[in-house]
């Protein structure tokens, strides 16, 4: 299985910049193609995706909520981040069957 | 209005078994593949698996796929989980999902949350 690995805590200040990565145990992209994927949790809440295919913004997502990356390296930046988006954030990747999740990378306010 | 209401959750022995559903409405429901993710406790998310529009393709995390069976009903715009062989590291909330091309997941849910439990 692929192993995603994510920080688990992040401490930002609100109007900062956050950048919460994830790293693949093997390359997650086919050509151009990347296949890594961010989704936004907030307490008591479902899951919300954000970002699909590493850079592709999810309908209704505001543009502060950024994603990049190819192969293992993958970045979620948040900027500024507002008061609302104090959340887990979770990578998922769907090169290989079984998809897998990171472990989630909780962004509190410092 | 995309939505996915999971059902069948609750309380259950160690052991038992227990279904899940989940009702699709508000898209064209055979079109889609779809699928299942759980999150015990105080935990991540965890992916189980997915299935294809017409079923042919199955796909579960390695660890799940003795005990748990994925189906759908394209006529009941329907999703299922069933659960077998049920023990205390299964108590979570399952979330059934919609996925897109490249197996992302865009609407989630809201969970249904089951227990195992003597």
């Known amino acids: 299985d692929i192993v995603l690995t994510q920080s688990p805590v992040l401490a930002v200040s609100l109007g900062q910049r956050a950048t919460i990565s994830c790293r693949a145990s093997?390359?997650?992209?086919?050509?151009?193609?990347?296949?890594m994927h961010w989704y936004q949790q907030k307490p008591g809440q479902q899951p919300k995706l954000l970002i699909y295919?590493?850079?592709n913004l999810a309908s209704g997502i505001p543009a502060r909520f950024s994603g990049s990356g190819s192969g293992t390296d993958f970045t979620l930046t948040i900027d500024p981040v507002q008061a609302d988006d104090i959340a887990a954030y979770y990578c998922?990747?769907?090169?290989?069957?079984?998809?897998?999740f990171g472990a989630g990378t909780k962004l509190e306010l410092k | 209005e995309v939505k996915l209401v999971e059902s069948g959750g609750g309380l259950v022995q160690p052991g038992r078994s227990l279904k899940l559903s989940c009702a699709a409405s508000g898209f064209s429901f055979n079109d889609y593949w779809m699928g299942w993710v759980r999150q015990a406790p105080g935990k991540g998310l965890e992916w189980i698996g997915e299935?294809?529009?017409?079923?042919?393709?199955?796909n579960y995390t390695p660890s799940l796929k003795d005990k748990f069976t994925i189906s759908r009903d394209n006529a009941q715009n329907t999703l299922y989980l069933q659960m077998s062989k049920l023990g205390s590291e299964d108590t979570a909330i399952y979330y059934c999902a919609r996925a897109r091309r490249y197996n992302y997941f865009d609407y989630w849910g809201q969970g249904v949350m089951v227990t195992v439990s003597s």
């Open positions: 998922q990747q769907s090169r290989e069957s079984p998809n897998t």
């Open positions: 093997q390359s997650v992209s086919i050509s151009s193609i990347n296949l």
């Open positions: 295919r590493a850079s």
């Open positions: 299935i294809n529009q017409d079923s042919s393709t199955i």
